[in-house]
């Protein structure tokens, strides 16, 4: 419980209207969780205009008001503060009412297209296992030290993300780390942190269906790196050719990591198998249980990262091979008598499907089929959806073209599209099968003895989302069902 007046602190409001000396027991930005004596935030968001409900905000005991208009009905008693832009404030305003916890640990931020969830989990179990108390908020799921908490969004709203600080502050952790999305950055969830340093993975094509540009994707991006404060750290991947770019504006330290050129953590590839990678890193040899080129590139960001945050190099290095990566993130499985090698993984960008599928070339014997299982979301950039399906065809022996989350869209309108990316060569070592579980089970069917399917798109995820209903669905079992069944 707080004063308003204390709340609204770093806040300009433009007009006020009733008491600021009143307390304030709980904010929210959903008028249906508003409660006596609560703040809500009306904000204009890209579905819904939060100031279309402060009257249900009002009837459920709200007594302050926060938006950008005031309300053409002014109730009594009720306290209105109008300020520019209230998605920004929220963050303040919620920081400020659960005690402005970012402040009492080191937050660290990771952006970029890919590799995000991977980098944030393995600096979370460094920490851990270096004895830390540590916050994660990722895709995957978020965690209080010890507890989970399931996620429902990469980064969740401003208000649920200082309630979670608080949390974390509360249980003693002394660091935080925390998947940083565009979306998030766009529209101010992350207004109110303060950040210890943040991570640049890589930027490639996605969210197009939000940010309609990919220079406006880069430059939301960019964004969140020129708000880091002097006293914080930019680590970015140089060999991302926007990597110096997002440094640009940025008042904290720069720093850098890469496999191909000299940068502040330099690494190279020795050795990259099915049972993990050999690298030298900063002139220390290490092996990981990690995968690929693409990890590579993971284990230098956390690297690089633990060492600014002053843990000692070769404690680190020790710590990260011992870990294993993020869930549904090259995860694999073989099948009980012919050894066929499953593999599952979220890749769900263009970008992100060549990075696995090089991967997988690299690392198998000439005699091995390589089958891909993959489908592109309903409601989300339409356009990268025949690039999917023309990289699956191309770096792979056979594609099986299926859906991932239909959500409102008709599923065969999707593979529809994605079928326009084949040419008349790739048609013809491709099958379209709409149900995901019978594309899963006739992969493994196809499959000969040692061969691989990667089954892309959704990794960790345990359900199919088709018109506005969640439907379980995990790839792991249907995967390890389909290898038993044909193992019988």
């Given at each position: ?350 970008d992100a499907l060549i990075n696995i599928l090089a991967t997988i070339n690299q690392l198998r014997s000439g005699k091995q089929q390589l089958i891909t299982i993959v489908g592109c979301g309903g409601d989300r950039d339409r356009t990268k ?104």
């Amino acid at each position: 419980m707080k004063k308003l007046n204390d709340i609204l602190t770093g806040i300009t409001p433009l007009k006020i209207k009733g008491a600021t000396d009143i307390r304030v027991t709980g904010i929210c930005i959903d008028s249906r969780k508003a409660a006596a004596g609560w703040a809500f935030v009306a904000v204009k968001g890209t579905l819904s205009d939060g100031h279309n409900f402060i009257t249900k905000a009002e009837e459920l005991g709200a007594s302050t008001i926060i938006c950008e208009k005031m309300p053409d009905h002014i109730s009594e008693g009720t306290t209105y503060v109008v300020v520019t832009n209230s998605a920004s404030a929220t963050g303040i305003l919620a920081a400020n009412f659960y005690g402005n916890p970012s402040g009492n640990m080191k937050v660290v931020g990771v952006t970029g297209t890919n590799g995000k969830t991977t980098t944030a989990t393995l600096l979370y179990k460094l920490h851990k296992d270096l004895g830390y108390k540590c916050g994660l908020i990722s895709t995957v799921k978020n965690m209080v030290d010890e507890e989970e908490i399931i996620a429902t969004h990469t980064t969740p709203d401003a208000v649920s993300i200082q309630e979670l600080f608080r949390q974390m502050a509360d249980a003693g952790c002394e660091y935080v780390f925390m998947e940083v999305s565009s979306h998030a950055i766009h529209q101010d969830r992350i207004a109110g942190i303060r950040f210890a340093g943040g991570i640049f993975t890589n930027i490639t094509h996605d969210h197009l269906d939000y940010h309609k540009t990919f220079d406006e994707y880069i430059r939301v991006k960019k964004c969140f790196f020129d708000h880091l404060a002097a006293d914080a750290f930019a680590l970015v991947n140089a060999d991302d050719k926007r990597g110096m770019v997002m440094m640009q504006n940025t008042a904290a330290s720069k720093n850098t990591y890469s496999l191909k050129m000299p940068a502040t953590f330099k690494g190279k590839v020795l050795e990259n198998g099915l049972s993990g990678l050999v690298m030298n890193v900063d002139n220390h040899e290490a092996h990981f249980r990690l995968i690929g080129t693409f990890n590579a590139y993971n284990l230098l960001a956390v690297y690089g990262t633990a060492v600014l945050l002053g843990v000692d190099k070769l404690d680190a290095l020790a710590g990260l091979s011992r870990l294993s990566g993020a869930a549904g993130r090259f995860e694999t499985y073989f099948s009980p008598t012919d050894k066929i090698l499953g593999i599952i993984d979220y890749a769900h960008t263009p970008d992100a499907l060549i990075n696995i599928l090089a991967t997988i070339n690299q690392l198998r014997s000439g005699k091995q089929q390589l089958i891909t299982i993959v489908g592109c979301g309903g409601d989300r950039d339409r356009t990268k959806r025949p690039i999917m399906a023309e990289v699956a065809a191309a770096h792979s022996d056979k594609v099986i073209l299926t859906t991932d989350n239909p959500r409102s869209e008709d599923p065969e309108a999707i593979l529809d599209e994605m079928e326009t990316g084949l040419n008349a060569a790739q048609k013809r070592k491709y099958l379209r099968i709409t149900d995901r579980k019978e594309a899963i089970k006739t992969a493994c069917m196809l499959a000969q003895p040692t061969d691989i399917i990667l089954v892309a798109g959704k990794g960790h995820e345990t359900y199919q989302e088709i018109k506005g209903v969640k439907y379980h669905f995990d790839d792991h079992e249907e995967l390890i069902k389909a290898f038993e069944t044909q193992n019988r």
